[in-house]
């Protein structure tokens, strides 16, 4: 399988997870990722900035139709849903907040998941509620490739937790693992 | 494939015209519409959105925009205060446009900031939409009270100079907001997918409708707002929106270029 997405879904706990993944993931890493972390609605995005600093990846803002690159991270704006086109571009909206956020995984994850069907890989990380759990289904179900951060492992188990509960994910792993997985299946296909 | 067609269909029997809207958005509301009508794939819905008024009236409420704050995004207003009410000033009457106001939250945030400037008895806002339902509820002006919590903060930071539960009065669960201010808002239903030019004003602000229309749209848009505005006349849009893909980009000046608040140039 060729995958031309990942999407992560992280929330307590996911300034240290990100942080890691994009300080430990190599120069030249290719499948875009495109991330939601909850963030207040007043955030500025100061954070992704830092973020940026510590990565070998171009990571960013993503803006309303923005083209989806290779070699790039992208982060929802904060009180803004995310959504994801079927040629590959952003849509935003500011549309009722689901699970009680705004940007929302499972937002993100469903449309992710009607563009880029089995070529899309979702992660759900770290975090203390259950956003997220029916978008990973729908990749699931849509043929993408799941992977959830081990709960044991991950600084709030909730949300990894939520997401074993309602489907047999194909890897539960440490974020040390999850990384190597993802450098292994990216160098794979770049060959 | 079939989203198309049922777009095409409700543009054909109601003149609403979705066509040219966000796909993922559009596809987001029609599941949500499924799971609530408990409808099993678009052609049910096709069925019943052309045999059934009353389903087809809801389904255009799912599809349109209504979710909407006062002073969302503090920065922003602080900005308005900053750089737009001081041209404003400078005019004997003002006209605002407020396009696609949904429930009035920003045309009451607007008049709001008026009143505190002493430029209100010389002001008209026109607050139009295309959803009857979201306007006959912003011309009552009732809000929930559970909101106020927040546009309180919103307000204050905003740069606001009372106390915000001076502009309205409480009744258990709803507020409602002081007739002084309704009093130059004319809300008006308008298209801005179909309908043309109605006015010529000073300020237009359309945040956060435009991200909603694809490009070809939005340019489309851009240029009902270009053909509304007077020379000098100043574009707000939300904090995501920008005219970058659009063909007014160069006919505009940036007056805050961070809080996408542009004049168009003489």
């Known amino acids: 399988m060729h995958y031309e997405a990942i999407v992560i879904g992280v929330s307590s706990g996911g300034m240290n997870a990100l942080k890691y993944i994009f300080s430990t993931l190599p120069f030249g890493f290719l499948i875009p990722i495109i991330v939601v972390q909850h963030v207040s609605s007043r955030s500025d995005n100061e954070w992704i900035n830092i973020l940026n600093g510590v990565s070998n990846l171009t990571i960013k803002e993503a803006d309303e139709k923005e083209k989806i690159e290779g070699g790039n991270a992208y982060i929802a704006p904060a009180n803004y849903h995310l959504l994801i086109e079927e040629d590959r571009t952003f849509s935003l909206t500011i549309d009722e907040r689901v699970n009680f956020a705004r940007p929302s995984i499972d937002v993100l994850f469903e449309s992710a998941a009607e563009a880029y069907k089995n070529k899309l890989i979702g992660i759900i990380l770290t975090g203390s509620n259950n956003d997220g759990a029916k978008g990973i289904k729908r990749i699931k179900e849509c043929g993408g490739l799941v992977i959830i951060q081990d709960p044991e492992t991950a600084e709030s188990s909730t949300m990894p937790a939520s997401a074993i509960a309602v489907i047999q994910p194909d890897y539960i792993l440490s974020l040390e693992k999850i990384i190597e997985l993802l450098i292994k299946i990216d160098t794979n296909q770049s060959r | ?266």
């Open chain 2, 1 to 266: 494939m079939e989203i198309s067609f049922l777009l095409d269909a409700i543009y054909q029997k109601y003149g609403y015209d979705f066509r040219q809207y966000s796909k993922a958005h559009i596809q987001r509301r029609i599941r949500n519409r499924m799971v609530l009508s408990r409808l099993e794939d678009i052609s049910q819905i096709q069925t019943k959105v052309l045999n059934d008024e009353k389903f087809a009236h809801e389904f255009l409420q799912d599809l349109s925009i209504t979710v909407t704050e006062m002073f969302r995004d503090q920065d922003f207003y602080r900005s308005l205060r900053e750089n737009v009410i001081p041209v404003l000033k400078t005019y004997p009457f003002i006209k605002i446009w407020h396009a696609g106001c949904a429930t009035g939250e920003e045309a009451y945030s607007m008049a709001i900031i008026m009143q505190e400037e002493g430029l209100y008895d010389r002001t008209t806002i026109y607050a139009t939409d295309f959803n009857q339902h979201a306007l006959n509820r912003a011309k009552e002006g009732i809000f929930s009270n559970a909101m106020m919590k927040e546009y309180t903060i919103n307000y204050q930071l905003s740069g606001g100079k009372k106390s915000f539960s001076d502009y309205y009065t409480s009744n258990y669960d709803n507020v409602i907001m002081n007739q002084s201010l309704k009093k130059n808002i004319v809300w008006a239903n308008h298209n801005l997918v179909t309908d043309s030019v109605f006015a010529e004003v000073h300020l237009i602000l359309c945040r956060n409708v435009l991200i909603y229309f694809d490009n070809s749209l939005q340019n489309k848009v851009q240029k009902l707002f270009y053909e509304s505005l007077i020379n000098g006349g100043i574009l707000c849009l939300g904090s995501k929106e920008g005219l970058r893909f659009t063909d007014f980009c160069e006919k505009y000046m940036e007056l805050d270029k961070k809080q996408r608040i542009f004049k168009k140039k003489y």
